[in-house]
């Protein structure tokens, strides 16, 4: 089902844009234009408007020159106005210097005519050709909105002198199958196979990504059945897939399915180290539980299946998880008398399990031992430091390891400023970090900007909450699921119903399966809306009713107020006069109209 258009991000004041570029790859630019406001494009005779301009632009680009190619507006359109922030992805085709092509695409998707006919619109009036690079590219970077993605995959496949190769359709298959599409993904596949027109393109790894994805929603029955369906394209089914299917299975924390699966078929594809390797990791490493790694590391000593550098590396990293440092030493002394050469991963399980016990000292000693083994330590080395120091609240100490690293050489990772963001109390400090962290060209991360937003929802500091919320954008990070979510509950948190109102619709147009607690959250207030809205309601009509009975009695005077009027309204007799010049004496009616209350005080005596 197509999802409604997309919220408008269009106002109408023209402002300067400010252009930002970073280099990505030897032959791809990524160009962030940020526009402080929106700025007016005009473009000429309906066709793809260009603009040349020298912003900011890097050296290797501004000495040939750059043509930005944008996608015009609809037929007729006057003028074609761009929102707060949007991306572009500037691709560099071409071989040799002097013959270079630039080629600007628009794949920000989020203006109100950028639904699947708004997009195709554009893309058939872009005057651009597709390439493999270009295609790959445009789907990375809009692989969180399946729909603009599919539109653009089914554009590019109709251009002349373009067919899709197996990694475009694997990109495509990826991102339907991520968001649940698998029929969708299924038709690509029978696409793939090219019928009696064309070879197949289907690979092995064309039916692991769609194994992978059904183990990450959880449905073990079809991730076996996707299996089996290698026999259908007349792949072999060896022991080697067979480890594939329980890698993905143990990936995403199926391993008990997988487990399962292993001694069900030990007649099929015999046991031996790797298998076994791949479900003591499942228990050690995903699901951390050091009773069912036990019980795994019991069995193959049972029968027989011998211990590797790397069932060694699981489960120490096991127990450097769960601090039991006594466990970690004596497995790590049982590697040597049994020959076994440690690895990178093995010291690195170590070291973190002597720097939780708070053996700094050690940690950095065993360092030197890897140096001396000829192991090069690695940034997780100095993480697996960095990370319990920071735990420990040991700011210098982490620093002084940080500052070490780089020394070394050694480039520091998204996880080494993870460990930093956890433990700092101020925005200043946050924002210093995240200009240190592109100062190194370390780019942050979906994860990193989710840890942001959860952390200045905590902090209620909700200007800056949005603040990282668009920064997603400029940096080239589409909002996924999992940060939609987090930002909804952080609103509600902070009791900003509506907004969170606002961005939970948003995440519903984009395809996106809210969870069940935020579903629950947002119908209950829903409900609640609905129901104080009634309340209000029925107050306002009881309180018109009120009024309007009030006014009725009022009309309608009671006894003590007619009683009370009386004595202030002049009074009527009758009173028998003779008329002299009748001669019948009739009687006359005569209106004394005098105050009862002054009656009473002249002594007014009126007879009948």
Known sequence: MITPRRRALLTSDPAVPNLRSHRRRSRTLAVVLTLKQPTRFRPSLNSPFLAKQF???????????????????PSGSGNQELGPSYLFSLTWHGASATDHSLFLTFT??????????????KLEHCGVSASSELVVEVLSRIRNDWEAAFTFFLWAGKQPKYAHSVREYHSMISILAKMRKFDTAWTLIEEMRGGSTGPSLVTPQTLMIMIRRYCAVHDVGRAINT????????????????QGLLSA??????????????????????????????????????IVSTRNA???????????????????????????????????????????????TPDRKVYNAVIHALAKARHIKE?????????????????????????????????????????????????????????????????????????????????????????????????????????????????????????????????????KLEEAHKYYVEMLEKGFAPEPKTEKIIQAWIYGRQVTQDRVTDLHDDQVEHDTLRKKDKAKPSKFEKEKS?????????????DPNKSNSNVLLVDY????????????????
């Open 55 to 73: 912003w900011n632009c890097p050296p290797e680009v501004e000495k040939e020159g750059i043509v930005m190619v944008g996608i015009g507006g």
């Open 227 to 242: 299996f089996y369906v290698h026999k259908r394209f007349n792949f072999q089914v060896g022991l080697e897939e067979f």
């Open 294 to 340: 036990d019980r795994i590391w019991q069995e193959m000593s049972k029968r027989g299946i011998r211990y590797d550098v790397v069932s060694y590396s699981s489960i120490i990293s096991c127990y450097s998880k769960t601090s039991t440092l006594y466990k970690v030493l004596k497995l790590f002394d049982e590697m040597k008398t049994r020959n076994i």
């Open 593 to 608: 109209k005098v105050s009862a209350k002054r009656a009473c005080d002249e002594s007014i005596l009126i007879f009948p």
């Open 566 to 578: 009386f004595l202030h309204k002049p009074e009527t007799r009758r009173t028998g006069v003779a």
């Open 363 to 495: 940690a950095v000693n065993l360092i030197g031992t890897m140096e001396a083994n000829n192991v090069t330590p690695d940034a997780v080395s100095y993480n697996s430091l960095i990370k319990p120091l920071c735990k420990a609240r040991k700011m210098d100490e982490a620093k002084e390891v940080f500052d070490d690293m780089l020394k070394r050489g050694l480039s520091p990772t998204v996880r080494t400023f993870h460990a930093f963001f956890r433990i700092l109390r101020t925005r200043e400090e946050v924002f210093e970090l995240l200009d240190k962290m592109r100062e190194l060209r370390c780019c942050p991360t979906i994860e990193t900007y989710i840890m942001l937003i959860r952390k200045f929802c905590r902090w209620r500091q909700l200007d800056d909450v949005l603040k990282i919320w668009n920064k997603m954008r400029e940096d080239g990070v589409s909002h996924d699921r999992s940060s939609y979510i987090v930002l909804i509950h952080g609103l509600f948190l902070n009791e």
């Open 108 to 121: 920000d998707f989020s203006s109100p005519f950028s639904g699947p006919s708004g997009i195709k619109h």
């Open 249 to 286: 299975l143990c990936r995403y924390k199926n391993v008990e399915d997988a487990e399962h699966l292993l001694f069900c078929n030990k007649n099929v594809f015999p046991l031996d180290t790797k298998s076994f390797n791949i479900i003591l990791n499942g228990w050690c490493n995903l």
